[in-house]
Nanobody
C-alpha cells in the first residue's frame, strides 16, 4: 500500500489547513485510516482515526478543532484542522491499517506561526 499525503504548509495561529491522504495498491475494504503527528523531541501521537465504517477517534488535544473524514470510493482520508495553535506544529503522518499490515505515508510538515 502506498499513501500519498498532501496539504501541509505554513499557517498563522487561528488559521485552518486541510490534509488529504490517498491510498493505492492492495486495498482491503475493512481498514482504519488516520493521522499521527510528531513534533521535534516528542513521540509520535494519534491525531485522529476513522474506520471504514465511519467511526472516529481523536487525540485529547484536538478538542473539537479537527475533523477527520474519508471517501471510501477514493480510498482517501481528510483532516480538516481549524483554530490551529503553535503547538500543532509537527510532521503529520498518514496511516492505514488493514489485514495485511500497517502502512505509513511520507509525512507532511504543518507549521503554525504565532
Amino acid at each position: 500500500v502506498q499513501l500519498q499525503a498532501c496539504g501541509g504548509g505554513l499557517v498563522q495561529a487561528g488559521g485552518s489547513l486541510r490534509l488529504s491522504c490517498a491510498a493505492s495498491g492492495t486495498i482491503f475494504s475493512i481498514n482504519v485510516m488516520g493521522w499521527y503527528r510528531q513534533a521535534p523531541g516528542k513521540q509520535r501521537e494519534l491525531v485522529a482515526a476513522i474506520t471504514s465504517g465511519g467511526s472516529t477517534n481523536y487525540g485529547d488535544f484536538v478538542k473539537g478543532r479537527f475533523t477527520i473524514s474519508r471517501d471510501n470510493a477514493k480510498n482517501t482520508v481528510y483532516l480538516q484542522m481549524n483554530s490551529l495553535k503553535s503547538e500543532d506544529t509537527a510532521v503529520y503522518y498518514c496511516n492505514r491499517r488493514q489485514r495485511d499490515g500497517n502502512y505509513w505515508g511520507q509525512g507532511t510538515q504543518v507549521t503554525v506561526s504565532s
